[in-house]
């Protein structure tokens, strides 16, 4: 198969031809139809995932067609059109019994723990756990977009956040993950507020249901501008970046008994960031993580999918090939253009 293939972190990716992968008694391979390139896979090749053993073939967001099955899958044949979430569980442990496969202790996610799906073709274990049935109605390009920053943003709205009608909600940072939450937050009948350091991303962010807009760039207290927007703060707010600045504003910025949510990656220097920890207590704030979403959950996503109350598909702004997709990789810390970009053409 071709692959996108790094044997050093932080040296150039390559294209390479490599051994097709074999499914696990319990997995299956999916020849790749699409796969996403999130700023998770950057994080990656620059070495910030412990979980990663070189060499190393990167991409955790895909959508395909079943191509083998391994000896214990009883759920999944050849030929079944299917994603899958970022990350898996193993069925088997404490959390995955009580139905939390995305912080399972034995967790499976294609990219980092094992081969990614910058490839021709991917290896899932634990399928009949964690592989999801896709409808007749939905690509394989804006299935794949779902697999990380879509779904991980639904969970963290729809089930962490618990976002009510007419709750004011901030999303810091308008990369894929907060136009995401934007979406979804706005379907949930929420009023959101979309922060960000470029116009033209915040322009996007109110086409796809962001109330108000605020340039951090070119805004010297956000917090306060946030605050004035909602009338006394939000009751919900995201760091979509992952950043100490971006953590600390979505904090600051929320009324009393207000909810945080962290879904933006905080790696390396950022990994401890300074937080309002006298605010938390005074306000009764809650701060709660959102790291992926069960495969059992897709239903009421791709339900809302379906009658249009979500359109995925608006937040892809490039389709590129596997060959381009090099360039891309390591160029994520740009953070140029707006939008998902889908690698559909393997």
Not at 298 to 312: F, R, T, W
């Amino acid at each position: 198969m071709r692959a996108i293939y790094f044997e050093q972190f932080r040296q150039p990716p390559r294209l390479e031809t490599l051994a097709d992968p074999t499914p696990t008694p319990r997995g299956v391979v999916v020849k790749v139809g699409a796969t996403g390139l999130c700023r998770s896979d950057w994080h990656g090749w620059m070495g910030h995932d412990a979980d990663i053993v070189l060499p190393h073939v990167p991409g955790h967001e895909l959508a395909g067609t079943i191509q083998a099955v391994g000896r214990d899958v009883r759920r999944w044949r050849v030929g079944d059109r299917v994603t899958v979430p970022f990350v898996g569980g193993c069925g088997d442990c404490f959390e995955c019994r009580t139905g939390n496969h995305q912080v399972c202790e034995k967790q499976f996610q294609p990219g980092f723990t094992g081969w990614g799906s910058f490839a021709e073709y991917v290896a899932i274990d634990y399928a009949d756990t964690n592989v999801v049935a896709l409808p007749d109605w939905l690509d394989f390009g804006t299935a794949a977009s779902l697999g990380c920053r879509f779904v991980t943003s639904f969970r963290a709205i729809v089930d962490q956040a618990r976002v009510l009608p007419g709750e004011w909600v901030a999303i810091h940072g308008c990369g894929g993950i907060g136009l995401s939450a934007i979406m979804i937050a706005a379907a949930m009948g929420a009023h959101v507020v979309a922060i960000d350091v470029t116009d033209e991303k915040l322009e996007f962010a109110r086409s796809i249901g962001a109330h108000a807009a605020v340039n951090a760039r070119t805004t010297t207290d956000v917090v306060g501008a946030v605050k004035e927007i909602t009338r006394g703060g939000a009751h919900v707010s995201m760091d979509a970046l992952g950043h100490p600045a971006t953590c600390f504003n979505s904090i600051a910025n929320l009324r009393r008994r207000g909810r945080h949510l962290q879904v933006g990656l905080m790696v390396d220097d950022h990994a401890h960031p300074r937080i309002p920890m006298d605010r938390v207590l005074a306000h009764e704030l809650q701060i709660l993580g959102s790291h992926g979403m069960q495969a059992f959950r897709y239903d009421a996503m791709l339900s809302m999918i379906e009658v249009g109350k979500l359109a995925p598909r608006k937040l892809i702004g490039s389709e590129i090939s596997l060959d381009d997709a090099v360039d891309a990789l390591v160029q994520m810390d740009r953070f140029q253009g707006t939008g998902i970009t889908v690698i559909t053409r393997l």
